[in-house]
T-cell receptor, first 114, second 114 residues
Framework: QKEVEQDPGPLSVPEGAIVSLNCTYS??????FMWYRQYSRKGPELLMY????GNKEDGRFTAQVDKSSKYISLFIRDSQPSDSATYLC??????????????FGRGTQLTVWP | ETGVTQTPRHLVMGMTNKKSLKCEQH?????MYWYKQSAKKPLELMFV???????ENNSVPSRFSPECPNSSHLFLHLHTLQPEDSALYLC?????????????FGPGTRLTVL
């Protein structure tokens, strides 16, 4: 079983739609959860960062973590064509060392059409 | 220049060639990383350097050889590669190499091995 599972899509929605992106994971030790956005021909850029469970909101973006279900989500409200990108979930856990290892999902390709 | 830069952006090489990828970070960070991104697969961590010392080598074949001469520069030396090594190679940096340190990515080098 992979550490992090993410449906690669593609996902295509009209402008203004609410988008829901999700990842599941198997390692209950994960504590840090991130969403990266990657535009075509660019490197990933950090979008949201959450520690442990709960919700975090930043503008049109909301990240949710449900550790009991080992499930994380990213919601995009009022989606825009500029949101078209690949969204990668990533997570890490405290290994009691200084080595930061991120575990990534495969990424979900999102297209928002006008 | 700002952030994390990578050169070249595109590279085509034969299996017998020797080439090097270069990464430079302008963020004053102490940790640098090489990742491999293949189509439909999660990002694969290859190497981690913290304060110019290699702290993780993630079972990468010896045909990939990293070098970190100082905390701002990271190289990936390539020799006798295979066609399956064709991928996007991403460099990242972070303040420290801990689990909670945000990693900032460069734009990547698109490598094609013929």
């Amino acid at each position: 079983q992979k550490e992090v599972e993410q449906d690669p899509g593609p996902l295509s929605v009209p402008e203004g739609a609410i988008v829901s992106l999700n990842c599941t994971y198997s390692n209950s030790a994960f504590q840090y959860f991130m969403w990266y956005r990657q535009y075509s021909r660019k490197g990933p850029e950090l979008l949201m960062y959450t520690y442990s469970s709960g919700n975090k909101e930043d503008g049109r973006f909301t990240a949710q973590v449900d550790k009991s279900s080992k499930y994380i989500s990213l919601f995009i409200r009022d989606s825009q064509p500029s949101d078209s990108a690949t969204y990668l979930c990533a997570m890490s856990y405290d290994r009691g060392s200084t080595l930061g290892r991120l575990y990534f999902g495969r990424g979900t390709q999102l297209t928002v059409w006008p | 220049e700002t952030g994390v830069t990578q050169t070249p952006r595109h590279l085509v090489m034969g299996m017998t060639n020797k080439k090097s990828l270069k990464c430079e970070q302008h963020l004053g960070h102490n940790a640098m990383y090489w990742y491999k991104q293949s189509a439909k697969k999660p990002l694969e961590l290859m190497f981690v350097y913290s304060l110019e010392e290699r702290v993780e080598n993630n079972s990468v074949p010896s045909r990939f050889s990293p070098e970190c001469p100082n905390s701002s520069h990271l190289f990936l030396h390539l020799h006798t590669l295979q066609p399956e090594d064709s991928a996007l190679y991403l460099c990242a940096s972070s303040q420290g190499a801990g689990e909670s340190d945000t990693q900032y990515f460069g734009p990547g080098t698109r490598l094609t091995v013929l």
